[in-house]
Each structure stands twice: as structure tokens, then as C-alpha cells.
């Protein structure tokens, strides 16, 4: 395929409509092309001129925050194959985002093509990598035929194919994909060398970098911040007003603000630099030649020689040829190696053909290390996927582009819009009582600053910090407890989890397998029975104990960890040894006999265990035996399907019930003599045919430290706990009953009854429901196990029934979902559609896993929990250091915790932008308003304190067992500001009512030239609302941790009360000056003061408790 339509488009895909950009999973994102437009762009530069920058700065602004306006500055819309940017409209998050096309040239060499050699005689290979790639580009250089454009765009680290006869994108993916571009031939002698350089152009280098900023990049997109851009306003307000001392303050805190948030967006970008930084060659072969390359190199197609190259993996693909082990620690955090070998099930060219990467057999991953080869000669790999396209990419890619269930940004760009408008109000409020309520009115200008300034009431300079602090103290109180996280902002989202989905193996229980004996196949009387169960580790029989010493994927190296699995027990009550011979191949001996010559195995081939098969099997030869063997052990069900019926005895599958329901692991084990070709190229489904059934092997597992006491603290929270386990049914269901996922027994309540569903389908391919009480085996009706849609019995269900039902059913999947608390025997597929599901159903699922088969969905689910103390792991964003699963309620509480305290920053500040507003508003109404040091002393002293201290406050020391709605906008928190603030409110019109009431009151003149500062009203309204400020975080704390328990925020509400009390009653001469207080010659007013502020807290907190506090709890 050297020809042109080698890399041509597809044009026979399924149609698109016009200016989409498919990015697969059924998302099709709007486009729209722009190109640069030369009379825009001369005015937007004249403006920019004229404007001394300031237009250049609210440009950059829409650049950031809305790129469909600012693209319409400078550019002209024009069709997509003339363009040479493109807005993208991204459906998931609803932004727009601007990417540049680009464009490159694609040289078609002729169909006379020729293996490209370092001689003229075309029989030896080039010195080097480079000296073959040059010798690519002359020759290709005197056989090119035809070159085409092809235009691309990156969107989210991937690229995406411009089709112009359907004017849209399509992505481009690896050979498992649906490619825009046809695939290159691929071959065991390699790619050839005008693929090469095809592929080099189309897919460029093989990395993964981020867009790492640059300092000013980063100050450039902090400072059109919203919050800054309001900061910049209200700095320029107050020094047109003439208070230099406030503005001054107000800038060095958004330079410290700023400076922290640069720091904190460079050590993110040099930290994820860091991880993806690779250095690394490889050995390539091309045009049936090696060559060391560096892995940015690689293209896919590329065989690549995995044992003559660095063993760090730098790409996704398949095994060939050879097989290895595999450390996938640094991807999944799983420390066991994995054997990787190429599917014995179908040919080499058909492997080279069916490229998928779903069988982990032969599957290797970019961010994994092959630890030894475990073959003779080399060990070959096919390059699949490179760069963003592989699955470490891929993480990456979503983690990038996460559409967060609570996003800080969000909430704080509606709160801000919020106050903004409130301010919009005030300010018209203002010109309203300066301009038109008086019969003499202010001056314009004069009206229009204090106007303004009100307006700059509306967000302090202090709340961007104070978020920043929140989720530092957050992270902190996580550390503290072993907890780490990969991305803060998603600490929020765990306080919204209702549903919590446990894999069992390693997370429920501590996965340490413990051998409780095996139960043999015996003959009497002519017919075959099975053994009582023998618990001695002197195991006698021939071929079950060379199978427990062969059939499991031990190797020499995982030996070494301090991991314990069921295939380490397995070998370990075998009691053999285990070597490496001199051919490479591992064997076994007995250790008994401590005889290298006698009692010695083989290992021929070994297939390692399968999630979906549930089997692992081994083909070994027993040298002093003479003969080579089969043998098999796993799943029951799966190894008596592959056994010879007669050699089945009666009632096993009863007796391997009996164990599972008591909570036992049980695995069957069977064999068969091999005689032709030692099984060499036999294939797995030949090797699986009439087998000689063994008997069976029992395990044991214990609950991990803790398990019983977090299920059940959970449920008393009112969360949901769900069990997803690939293990036996029985198993599953017995360990739920012991920490109270499921009733410990059968009651007579409806809703704690078990009903196991099974699904099947007719002959007709109709879908058939069962429903039996799990315990007694009696039939439910259909619409009897439904049960109630809201007060269901609890369903279990095994992964048979849950593929069925997902495939055929309908609401009846649902149903089973809503009530489902156990899935077992699930693959880890399964368990990723089961978390996708309940999030479809509107839960907010958290996942809790070991970091192995749970990755997928601990990837997929709101928020993932890993168990496993690897750093390096990617699935999760959330991981116990220590492997604790107690480590679950205190990350859950923690959210709610770190969710609450930002929304009662945001109502603290809100309360205080409007008590702040309205005083300010009845100064006006006096043509009077509070003087400088009055607004420095509440801006930058008593406001930004609480609020850096809201964020300290401990979680509770139990989760609640009611979960707050986490948005800013609810009827219930609109309900309680607007309860406080009319309190509020009307305390400060009744005390100005109160003072110009007073005998001895004095009305200060007033000009209309200015407001007047230091008027005895001014100064009394100055010293009610110093209280008042402080109401909010004694009122909004109360329902989650009281303020006498947070030794710093009682601590400083003490410090505030006592200032804010010296200013009242005692202020002396520098004091006066300082503030310009007007101070009430009567000593009981002063009092009067700090008790009716006391009265109005108290009236505040009444109401809170009664009307949301204690309101009835859905």
C-alpha cells in the first residue's frame, strides 16, 4: 500500500453533518473555522494603543473566559478548509476552546518500492538509525508519485483528522482504533521506510507533554481572573477616591495572592513534567533490519525487541513473539509481576491483524517495566499506541479535561456574578438617595464615586486567599490521617458521595489466602466419590500436588515481595523449590527430597489467570515421570465445564456450595496427559478438552482490620455500601452478611430479605427473570422481589445475570441496580459499567478498590479510593498510604468537612458585602459614609481573619448522618441568609432610629461637594456592624462544628470581641483620631451598643436552629 490511498481518508465512514469534531463515545463537539482578518486586526491594534493597553487586557480576558467573543475580534469566520484555527465547543463542559490547524505534507512513494538497505547491493543493513532514515528521504525523494495535505488539529493532547468531504474531524487513534487513515502493512521484518516516515509526520513524536506555562503565562491568565479583574476596579475606585493607605493594602495582598498561586501552578506543572520525563532507546526493526532509536521515534506498526532494548515501556502494545514478566506497579500499584505472552489461540499474521489490546495475556502498557524475558531468543512486541493515545496518556487526557460534579470555579464564578448584581443594585440604590431622593442633591462625580464604591463592597480582597487556605488546612488534616491526593479539588466531591461501591479481595478482606485443605478424587465400589476435606499440608497424591506446585504464576522474583496471594500459598504447601534451567525455562523440584536430580518439573507453557476465563493452567513436564501433563485450576464452574462428566462425582457442586456459603474460596483442579508435540502448538481450547477432574482446593481469607466498623458507620450515615468482587457468589454473599452490607439473616421485614435474581434468555432470544429468597430457595413473583421501588428487598446478582441484563434488559436492569447491594463473579469491565451506571442513575459513587482489576473503575467513578500505597499509581485520585480501609469515612467526612467550610466562607462574605452595602446606603441617606480606617480595619483586618480561619475547623469525629446540598444556590441556604440579613438589617434601621432619638444627639453639616466623615451616626452604625460581620461565622458553623470547639476561631472572635468592645466603650484620643469617631458623651448608649449586638446574635441563632437547623429531615 504505497500508493495514495495508503494515508487517504476514509470516505465511506458513517456521515457526519457539517463542522463537527467527533471525539468517539457518541460525543460530537460543534466547530467553526476563523482565519486571520487584516482590517480587524489593524483596529484592534489602534484601540490597543489608545486604550494604553487596558483593551489588550480585557481581550485577554475574553481570550480566557469566553474565546467565541474574543475570536470575533480579530478574525473572520470562514469554512473549515480555509481556516487556520477552530473554536471547539465541548458538549461535556459546555466551553469553548481554540486550536490551531495545522498542516503537513504527505510524499507517496511509487509502487516499484524496495527494502530500504545501507549498500547499493540492498543485502546489508545501515550503520545507524540516522544514516537509514537519511537514505529514506533521498530515495524516497526520486520515487515520489503524488503528495497530498493532510490538516490536523489537538484538542485535549489529541489529534484530530480534517475529512473535507463531510467537513469534520475525526480522531486519530492507534492500530486498535477506528482510524481516519488506513493501516501501513505490518510485518515481522517491520515497517518500511516510507511508512516510517509517513507515520513520524502524521502521528509526531512519541511523548507526553503537557503545556507547561511560563511564569507571566500563568500571571497573564491569574490577573483576568474575574476576582483580580473586580480587584484591579476596586483599587482604581478607592484611589480616585483618594484612600491610598486602603488601596495600597488591598494590592499587596492580590501580590501575595497571585505570588502563591503562580508557585502553586508551577510546582503542578514541574511535578506533572517530572513524571512524564522519560529518557530511553529502544531496538527497532525496520525493513527487516535492528536499529537503536530513541523511543520518540516509535510510530505504530513498529516491532520493537523488548529484551535488546531499555526495559521501561514507552508505548501500548502486543506480544509477537517471546514472553516475559511484567511490573505493573508504576501504572496500577499492583506489585506482582504479570506473565505476558502472545495469544497461543490464533496464528501470527492473524495476531499482527487483530490488534486489540483487551487480552492483558499478551498486553503490555506504556509506564510498566518487563523484569526478565521468559523464553529463548528475542521477545517482540508490535507498537499499538504512542503518546497521548496509550492508556497512561489517556488518564492524563481525562484528568485534564474533568468534568468535576462540584467544580470551585463554578460555584465561585455564580457566587461572584451573585454579588455583582447585588453591587449593581447598590449602586443605583446609591445615585438613587444621592441624586434624586434629596431636595438638594449631591455633585454628579462626587455621587458616581460613592456609587462605585459601594459596588466595591461586593468581594473582599481576602476571599481568593481564603479559599486557597481552606483547602491547605484540608489537605493537611488529610496527611495527617495518611491519606494522599492527586488533585485537592476534588476533596469537595467526596462530601457528595451517597453510594460507595467495595471490591472485596484486598480491600474487604487483607488477601491473605491461608490454605484450609483440599478434598481428593477417590474410587469405591466401582464409582468415583470426593474425599472429606484433608487439612494436612503432607499431600500424597501425585498429580494434585505437582499441579499445586506448577499451576500458579509464581516466579523466582515475585517471590521476593512481601505481597501474599493465593498462588504464593499454593506453592508454598507444595513445598518445592523453584530454579531457572539453563535453556531459560523455569522448573520445579521437591524440596523434600533435597534432590536436584529426582522429583524435577518443567514448566512448557503456562497461562497465567484470567480475569474473564477464571482459569490458569500450565503444561508441564514431569521429567521423572516421564511424561508431560496439563494442568488447570480455577473457577469450579469453569473447570468441570472442561472436564470429562464421568470423571465428575456426584453432588460436587453441592459440596462446593457448602463451603462458599461459609464464606470459604474454592478452586477445582483438573489435568490430562499430554502425548503428541508435548502440547507445544496446541492451542488453549484443545488443551481445555476432556479433562480428568481432580478434586478440589479450599482457602481461607480474614476480614482487613476495621472492615465490620466502617460498613456499619457508613450505613448509620445513610450511605449506600454496595460489594462488586469477582469472587464466587456465596463467598460474597457471605462476607457481606459479616459487616452488614446485607442482614446478617432473614427477617420479617420485606426490605431485609435477600433475593438472588438470575437472568436468562428462551430459545427465542426472549429475556427471562428469576427471583428466589436467597435463603430458602422459595420463588418471588416478579413484581413481589421489585418490591417496593424505594423499600426494596436486597438483591445479589453474579456477572452472568448482569451482562444478560444489560444487554437485554430495560428498566429491569435499573431495578436491580437501585437495589442491588452484592455483584459478584464481575470482570473488571463490569465493574467499570456497574460504577458508570449508578452515576447515570444520579448517585454520586465513590469506589473503593485495591488498585488492581479495580482500576477502570476507580478511574470511571466521582470519586476513586485506592488501597494500595503506591505513589506512582494513576487510577485513583485519592490513596491510603497505610492500606487501611478506615481511611473511607475519614476521606467522606473530610469532604463534607472541606465542602462546607467553603460554602460558609462564600455566605460569610455575602452576608458581609451586604450588611456592609446597607450601612454604607444609610450613611448616604445623611450625605454621611464610614471613613478609611473604618473600611481598612473591616476589609483587611476583621474580615480577612475569619475568613483564613474558617477553613481550619476539624472534621467531625463522626459523619453526619444528613448530607447538605453543596451549592451556593438553594432554596434552603437562600432561605437562611435572607433570615439573618433581615434580622440584621432591621437592627441597624431600628439602632440609627434609636441614636437620632438620643437627647444629646448632634447633627454634623454636611456639603455637596463631599460626604462627610466622622458623624455620630457613621461612627455608632461603624461599631454595630463590627459586630455583626462576625455573626456569620458563629451562626454557619453551628450545624457542623461550633466555634467553641475551634480553639483558633473562638480564640479570635474573643481577640475581635475585645478590640471591637474598646472601640465602643473606651476608645482613647489616638483611637478617635485614627477612626474620626463622633463619640456619644452618654456611657450607657456604649453599652447599649454591645447589648443590643448580643440580643441581635442571639435572635440570629434562635432562627437558625429553629428554621434550618432543626427542619425536618428528608
Not at 472485596?504 to 478424587?521: E, Q, S
Not at 417496593?788 to 430495560?810: A, C, H
Not at 462627610?1012 to 453551628?1038: C, D, K, N, R, W
Request: with cysteine.
Amino acid at each position: 500500500m504505497s500508493s495514495s490511498e495508503q494515508y487517504e481518508l476514509y470516505d465511506d465512514e458513517v456521515s457526519a453533518s457539517k463542522g463537527i469534531l467527533h471525539r468517539g463515545n457518541g460525543h460530537e463537539n460543534p466547530v467553526k473555522g476563523f482565519k486571520h482578518d487584516p482590517c480587524s486586526e489593524a483596529v484592534f491594534w489602534i484601540i490597543v494603543v489608545f486604550s494604553f493597553g487596558l483593551f489588550y487586557l480585557a481581550y485577554i480576558f475574553f481570550k480566557v473566559y469566553s474565546p467565541h467573543w474574543a475570536m470575533h475580534i480579530r478574525y473572520k469566520s470562514v469554512s473549515l478548509d480555509q481556516a487556520v484555527l477552530v473554536l471547539v465547543l465541548d458538549v461535556v463542559t459546555n466551553t469553548y476552546t481554540a486550536c490551531e490547524i495545522n498542516t503537513v505534507k504527505i510524499e507517496h512513494s511509487c509502487d516499484n518500492y524496495t527494502a530500504l538497505s545501507g549498500s547499493e547491493d540492498g543485502k546489508s543493513c545501515a550503520n545507524s538509525s540516522r544514516d537509514y532514515m537519511n537514505r529514506a528521504g533521498k530515495t524516497r525523494l526520486n520515487s515520489i508519485c503524488e503528495v497530498t495535505e493532510l490538516k490536523y488539529l489537538t484538542f485535549i493532547y489529541s489529534r484530530y483528522i480534517f475529512s473535507k468531504p463531510f467537513n469534520s474531524f475525526y480522531p486519530l487513534t492507534g492500530l486498535d482504533g477506528d482510524n481516519p487513515l488506513k493501516r501501513p502493512e505490518i510485518s515481522l521484518d517491520g515497517l518500511r521506510a516510507d511508512d516510517v516516515l509517513t507515520l513520524q509526520k502524521v502521528y509526531g513524536p512519541n511523548e507526553m507533554k503537557v503545556n507547561s506555562e511560563t511564569y507571566l503565562e500563568i500571571f497573564a491568565k491569574n490577573i483576568v481572573d474575574p476576582f483580580y479583574v473586580f480587584q484591579l476596579f476596586t483599587i482604581t475606585v478607592w484611589v480616585w477616591s483618594g484612600y491610598y493607605i486602603y488601596s495600597a493594602l488591598a494590592v499587596l495582598i492580590s501580590v501575595v495572592i497571585i505570588s502563591i498561586a503562580l508557585r502553586k501552578k508551577k510546582r503542578e506543572f514541574e511535578k506533572l513534567e517530572k513524571n512524564l520525563e522519560v529518557e530511553n532507546s529502544v531496538t527497532v526493526v525496520r525493513d527487516g533490519c535492528e536499529y537503536y532509536v530513541s523511543h520518540t521515534e516509535l510510530v505504530p506498526g513498529d516491532i520493537v525487541i523488548l529484551n535488546k532494548s531499555s526495559h521501561y515501556f514507552t508505548f501500548d502494545g502486543i506480544l509477537v513473539e517471546g514472553s516475559a514478566f511484567v511490573d505493573n506497579a508504576l501504572l496500577t500499584g499492583v506489585t506482582r509481576p504479570s506473565y505476558r505472552y502472545p495469544d497461543p489461540d490464533v496464528l501470527l499474521q492473524e495476531r499482527l491483524e487483530k490488534l486489540t489490546l483487551t487480552n492483558h495475556n499478551n498486553t503490555i502498557f506504556a509506564g510498566t517495566n518487563m523484569i526478565t524475558p521468559q523464553s529463548e531468543g528475542d521477545v517482540k512486541a508490535l507498537v499499538v499506541n504512542i503518546g497521548f493515545l496509550t492508556e497512561k496518556g489517556c488518564a492524563i487526557r481525562e484528568e485534564s479535561c474533568e468534568n468535576y460534579s462540584y467544580s470551585l470555579d463554578k460555584d465561585s464564578m455564580t457566587y461572584f456574578k451573585f454579588l455583582i448584581v447585588i453591587g449593581t443594585i447598590a449602586f443605583f440604590v446609591a445615585l438613587l438617595v444621592l441624586l434624586w431622593l434629596p431636595d438638594e442633591p449631591m455633585e454628579g462625580l462626587v455621587a458616581l464615586q460613592a456609587a462605585l464604591r459601594l459596588v466595591t463592597l461586593a468581594i473582599p480582597p481576602s476571599l481568593p486567599l481564603a479559599l486557597t487556605i481552606a483547602f491547605m488546612w484540608s489537605m493537611r488534616r488529610l496527611a495527617r490521617e495518611m491519606i494522599a491526593t492527586r488533585n485537592f479539588r476534588r476533596i469537595p466531591v467526596a462530601g457528595q458521595v451517597n453510594n460507595i461501591v467495595f471490591d472485596k479481595t484486598g480491600t474487604l478482606t487483607k488477601n491473605k489466602v491461608k490454605y484450609i485443605g483440599h478434598l481428593a478424587v477417590y474410587r469405591e465400589n466401582s464409582e468415583i466419590q470426593l474425599s472429606g476435606i484433608d487439612t494436612s499440608t503432607d499431600i500424597s497424591e501425585g498429580d494434585i500436588q505437582y499441579l499445586m506446585a506448577t499451576c500458579h504464576s509464581v516466579t523466582p522474583e515475585s517471590m521476593k515481595s512481601k505481597e501474599h496471594t493465593i498462588d504464593k500459598e499454593l506453592f508454598r504447601v507444595a513445598e518445592w523449590d523453584m530454579v531457572k534451567g539453563e535453556d531459560g525455562n523455569l522448573k520445579v523440584y521437591s524440596g523434600k527430597l533435597d534432590n536436584l536430580g529426582e522429583f524435577k518439573i518443567s514448566f512448557l507453557r503456562r497461562f497465567p489467570f484470567h480475569s474473564d476465563k477464571r482459569t490458569q493452567s500450565v503444561v508441564a513436564e514431569i521429567e521423572h515421570e516421564n511424561r508431560v501433563a496439563y494442568y488447570i485450576n480455577g473457577m469450579p464452574q469453569r473447570v468441570i465445564e472442561c472436564c470429562k462428566p464421568k470423571t465428575v462425582p456426584p453432588f460436587t457442586l453441592q459440596r462446593i456450595q457448602a463451603f462458599t456459603k461459609q464464606g470459604y474460596i474454592v478452586t477445582a483442579m483438573a489435568y490430562k496427559n499430554l502425548k503428541e508435540d508435548k502440547g507445544r502448538h496446541k492451542d488453549l481450547k484443545d488443551l481445555q478438552k476432556d479433562l480428568v477432574f481432580l478434586g478440589l482446593l479450599v482457602f481461607g481469607d480474614t476480614l482487613a482490620d476495621g472492615a465490620k466498623e466502617v460498613i456499619r458507620s457508613l450505613n448509620a450515615a445513610s450511605f449506600t455500601t454496595l460489594m462488586c468482587t469477582g469472587d464466587n457468589l456465596d463467598t460474597a454473599v457471605y462476607t457481606a452478611r459479616q459487616i452488614s452490607i446485607l442482614p446478617s439473616s432473614k427477617e420479617v421485614r420485606e426490605q431485609d430479605r435477600v433475593v438472588e435474581i438470575k437472568a436468562s434468555l428462551d430459545k427465542y432470544g426472549g429475556l427471562i427473570v428469576e427471583a428466589r429468597d436467597y435463603d430458602d430457595g422459595s420463588e418471588y413473583k416478579l413484581s413481589s422481589a421489585w418490591g417496593d421501588y424505594w423499600d426494596p428487598p436486597s438483591y445479589v446478582i453474579n456477572g452472568e445475570t448482569f451482562q444478560i441484563l444489560d444487554d437485554f434488559g430495560g428498566t429491569e436492569l435499573d431495578r436491580v441496580i437501585q437495589a442491588g447491594k452484592v455483584f459478584a463473579e464481575m470482570t473488571p469491565k463490569m465493574k467499570k459499567h456497574l460504577v458508570q451506571l449508578l452515576m447515570k442513575m444520579g448517585h454520586k459513587t465513590c469506589m473503593v478498590g485495591d488498585g488492581s482489576n479495580d482500576n477502570a473503575a476507580l478511574q470511571a467513578a466521582d470519586v476513586g479510593i485506592s488501597l494500595k500505597n503506591s505513589e506512582s499509581g494513576i487510577a485513583a485520585e485519592f490513596y491510603s498510604i497505610e492500606k487501611d480501609i478506615r481511611s473511607v469515612p475519614v476521606l467522606l467526612n473530610e469532604g463534607r468537612t472541606v465542602g462546607s467550610q467553603l460554602l460558609t466562607i462564600f455566605m460569610f462574605t455575602a452576608c458581609y458585602s451586604i450588611l456592609g452595602m446597607v450601612a454604607e446606603s444609610l450613611m448616604y441617606s445623611f450625605f454621611y459614609e464610614l471613613s478609611e480606617a473604618e473600611w481598612i480595619y473591616i476589609d483587611l483586618i476583621l474580615v480577612m481573619s475569619i475568613d483564613l480561619m474558617l477553613g481550619y475547623s476539624e472534621s467531625r469525629e463522626t459523619i453526619s448522618t444528613s448530607r447538605r446540598s453543596s451549592r451556593f444556590f438553594n432554596s434552603l441556604r437562600l432561605f437562611s441568609m435572607f433570615c439573618f440579613l433581615s434580622v440584621c438589617i432591621a437592627v441597624q434601621i431600628s439602632f440609627l432610629l434609636y441614636l437620632l432619638d438620643q437627647p444629646w444627639y448632634v447633627h454634623v453639616e454636611t456639603t455637596l461637594s463631599e460626604l462627610t466623615e466622622g458623624s455620630m451616626e457613621a461612627t455608632y452604625i461603624f461599631l454595630l456592624i463590627i459586630f455583626q460581620m462576625t455573626f456569620p461565622a458563629i451562626v454557619y458553623t453551628m450545624d457542623r462544628e461550633p466555634v467553641f470547639k475551634n480553639r483558633f476561631m473562638l480564640s479570635l472572635i474573643a481577640v475581635l470581641y475585645t478590640v471591637n468592645t474598646y472601640f465602643d466603650i473606651f476608645p482613647d484620643k489616638l483611637v478617635i483620631q485614627i477612626f474620626e469617631f463622633n463619640v456619644a458623651p452618654s456611657m450607657w448608649f456604649r453599652v447599649q451598643v454591645i447589648l443590643i449586638s448580643l440580643a441581635n446574635l442571639l435572635i440570629n441563632i434562635i432562627v437558625e436552629i429553629i428554621f434550618i437547623i432543626n427542619r425536618p429531615k428528608n
